[in-house]
């Protein structure tokens, strides 16, 4: 007997969305393992000053190396590590690995910049502003050479930010918005926010030189910035094209495989030691 076309659709959906959980919870399981050992590390990629090419700090990004040798991107799992409940631990993580590399790194680079991406979840507690006052105590690092970076998204979805926002600043660690335009959010709640750099998303970037009409969002966005009084950084810039157009528009900032992927904290300071910051690496690194 036939059994209905829409009973078969709603079969495999119902055993898709079950082993889609099933994945969820043993990729938890697993994060909970990695945490205990050892299994995640950062990679710092180089945030270059348009005007001059010189590299003026770095975004630590996540990584996570299973045992397997696999690589998990951060794009999977701290959406796993915030639905879970893993994410403060994975935050804790983050500050332990950067003091680690770091060392007293910033002491000999005062004027070096240090972007670390936060959750939603690390604004609801002021538990963050310890833990970043303890990180620049360990390493000696000045507030200024710090960015929190938190997405368009994350300040959606909480009730307020602002009080831990509000705290880091005033302290004198300076705050980015992060992945901007892809969040809907409205411009008088931004406003109301402390805020220091925007970071316009690699989706608008892309677009650059294209006839597509989001291209013409980039002149919007950074009209946005220049009226909120917020530097801005480029993310994703491939192409000189892109980074001409983005300088000529006034955007200081920019990251983007151009100039240098994400490395490891050795690399980095090898190649800061070897060209110092003023040379542009291009594409000399594989990850
Ligand atoms: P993001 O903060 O917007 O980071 C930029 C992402 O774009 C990174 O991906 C980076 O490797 C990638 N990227 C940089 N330049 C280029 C380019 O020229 N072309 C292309 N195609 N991609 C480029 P990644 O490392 O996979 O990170 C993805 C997202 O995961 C980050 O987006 C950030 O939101 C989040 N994330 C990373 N590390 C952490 C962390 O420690 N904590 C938290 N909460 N989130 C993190
Ligand atoms: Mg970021
Ligand atoms: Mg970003
Ligand atoms: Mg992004």
Redesign the pocket.
């Known amino acids: 007997r036939l059994v209905p076309a829409s009973m078969l659709a709603g079969l495999a959906l119902a055993v898709a969305i079950v082993l889609l959980a099933r994945r969820q919870v043993s990729l938890a399981n697993s994060l909970r393992q990695g945490l205990r050992h050892h299994e995640f590390f ?2 710092y ?1 180089p945030v270059v000053e348009l005007t001059s090419g010189r590299w003026v700090g770095v ?5 996570w190396r299973r045992p397997t040798g696999e690589l998990i ?3 999977v799992f ?1 959406a796993v ?2 639905q879970t409940g893993t ?1 403060n631990r ?2 804790e993580r ?1 500050l332990e690995l950067l003091q680690h590399d770091l060392g007293d790194f910033l002491v000999h680079h005062p004027e070096f910049h240090i972007a ?4 939603a979840h ?1 604004l609801t507690c002021d538990n963050i502003v310890r833990m970043l006052e303890r990180l620049l105590m360990e390493t000696g690092a000045k507030p200024a050479n710090l960015i929190v ?1 938190v ?1 368009e998204r994350a300040l959606l979805d909480l009730a307020s930010a602002g009080p831990v926002l509000a705290a880091l600043r005033a302290r004198g660690i300076e705050v980015a918005i ?2 901007f335009g892809t969040g809907y959010s409205s411009l008088s709640y931004l406003e109301s926010l402390e805020l220091d750099f925007l ?1 316009i ?2 989706c608008f970037i892309e677009t650059i030189g294209t006839r597509a009409p989001t291209s013409q969002v980039v002149q919007h966005i950074i009209a946005i910035a220049r009226t909120m009084g917020l530097r801005m950084v480029a ?4 192409t000189e094209a892109q980074a001409r157009y983005l300088a000529e528009h006034g955007v200081q900032y920019a ?4 100039f240098a ?2 490395m490891s904290f050795k690399e980095l300071v090898s190649a800061l030691n070897e060209h110092g910051s003023t040379v542009n690496v291009t594409a000399t690194n594989d990850r």
């Open positions: 950062l990679a990629q975004e630590a990004l996540l990584r991107g951060p794009d701290i590590a915030e994410i994975l935050t983050v670390l991406n936060l959750s690390d970076e997405t992060d992945d970071k998303d690699r993310e994703g810039v491939e990251q983007g495989w151009l992927k994400a």
